[in-house]
């Protein structure tokens, strides 16, 4: 598999962390660590963050992105940001049924795929997540469960809306847990993805797609995940709030 096709993309998932202010010395402190980057950098930040990212991170190389977003423009909907909102405050990424998003607050393969259609119809590159959890590994359904996760999530998309998107494969049994998948279960799952992509579309959009790796990726086990040919980057949690990790990943991402 030919990795000059496409873009490397890491991108970290600061979760629920990180005040504005906090954010700021974050930022200010990967700004200068990650000028020379030669991959794609993506911060996925609160949206209490995304005002002070943007600032901080306008005219650089990192980009920012939000953890999730409705599908409707505006309405009655408490609690929920909407496409809309977040371009006008300058976001360009979103990241799109998470695990946690899942498994806490009844994100479906349904509600993903409306959301990530909203995002695409508003400029935003949505990555999507999909993984299987600990009891569908052990009783070998992943490749059934993550086939079936991305043909939802991609349901209706064109040719154009895959050069715009990005997927990030998430065992949740490896997220926050330490516990990372092997290089090979990663990649053989990475490039399930990838095929799965092709049958969708053509070999061409399946080539061209970035698929990231997530589940306690960190500098230790990065190069070897990155190493894979079908993993293109990575989807970064713990990690992501530490300059020094984050940065030894975008360095690994850059090879
Ligand atoms: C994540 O939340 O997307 C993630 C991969 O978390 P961690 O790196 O902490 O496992």
């Not at 200068?32 to 996925?44: E, I, N, Y």
């Not at 049924?97 to 990530?116: I, K, P």
């Not at 992509?197 to 070897?224: H, R, W």
Request: proline fraction near 3%.
């Amino acid at each position: 598999m030919d990795k000059s096709k496409r873009a490397a993309v890491l991108a970290g998932n600061w979760k629920m962390n990180k005040t504005p202010e906090e954010a700021k010395e974050i930022l200010n402190g990967l700004l200068p660590a990650l000028k020379g980057a030669d991959c794609t950098v993506v911060v996925c930040v609160p949206y209490t963050d995304l005002g002070v990212a943007v600032e901080l991170c306008r005219g650089s190389n990192i980009h920012v992105g939000a953890q999730n977003v409705h599908f409707k423009e505006s309405g009655a909907y408490t609690g929920e940001i909407s496409p809309l909102m977040l371009v006008e405050a300058g976001v360009e990424y979103v990241i799109i049924g998470h695990s946690e998003r899942r498994q806490y607050f009844g994100e479906t393969d349904e509600t993903v795929n409306l959301r990530a259609k909203a995002a695409l119809e508003h400029g935003l590159k949505p990555i999507i997540c999909v993984g299987e959890l600990l009891e569908e590994r052990e009783n070998g359904t992943t490749e059934q469960v993550v086939t079936r996760q991305v043909k939802a999530a991609l349901a209706d998309f064109t040719a154009e809306d895959m050069a715009n998107t990005i997927i990030a494969y998430e065992p949740v049994w490896a997220i926050g847990t330490g516990k990372t998948a092997t290089s090979e279960q990663a990649g053989e799952v990475c490039g399930l993805i990838r095929r799965t992509v092709a049958g969708l579309f053509d070999a061409k959009v399946a080539d061209a797609l970035t698929i990231q790796y997530g589940g306690s990726m960190n500098p230790k086990n990065c190069d070897e995940l990155l190493a894979q040919p079908d993993v293109d980057g990575g989807l970064i949690g713990g990690a992501a709030l530490k300059v020094d990790d984050f940065t030894a990943l975008v360095n690994s991402a850059s090879k």
